[in-house]
Nanobody, 126 residues
């Protein structure tokens, strides 16, 4: 049974940084899609970053390009989201998700991801 556990959220001032971690258990990283989604109150859950664990390719939503970096540590079965230059609009609950690799680019649709973590709150104050 796949389990994903996020950590690293918190409260920071605008311009600060946080690193989110997603520890996966119940399976070994093969070629999958790992993703970070976020959901702010009253808004849809959106894919912030996705990563094909089989190569270096990654996707970022336009609003975080150049500020966020998704990475993985296969030895630790862990995916990270480095978040720099945080803005108040980054405030949301952040979720880690795992989905099957579709044979091309990893999707941004939430329904394509079958395993989810419980979420970790990120709050950025101005």
């Amino acid at each position: 049974q796949v389990q994903l556990v996020e950590s690293g959220g918190g409260s920071v001032q605008a311009g600060g940084s946080l690193i989110l971690s997603c520890a996966a258990s119940g399976y070994i990283f093969s070629r999958d899609c790992m993703a970070w989604f976020r959901q702010a109150p009253g808004k849809e859950r959106e894919a912030v970053a996705t990563k094909d664990t089989g190569d270096a390719s990654a996707y970022y939503i336009d609003s975080v390009k150049g500020r966020f970096t998704i990475s993985q540590d296969n030895a630790k079965n862990t995916v990270y989201l480095q978040m720099n230059s945080l803005k108040p609009e980054d405030t949301a609950m952040y979720y880690c998700a795992r989905g099957s690799w579709p044979g091309g680019s990893c999707p941004q649709d939430r329904w394509r991801y079958s395993a989810w973590g419980q979420g970790t709150q990120v709050t950025v104050s101005s």
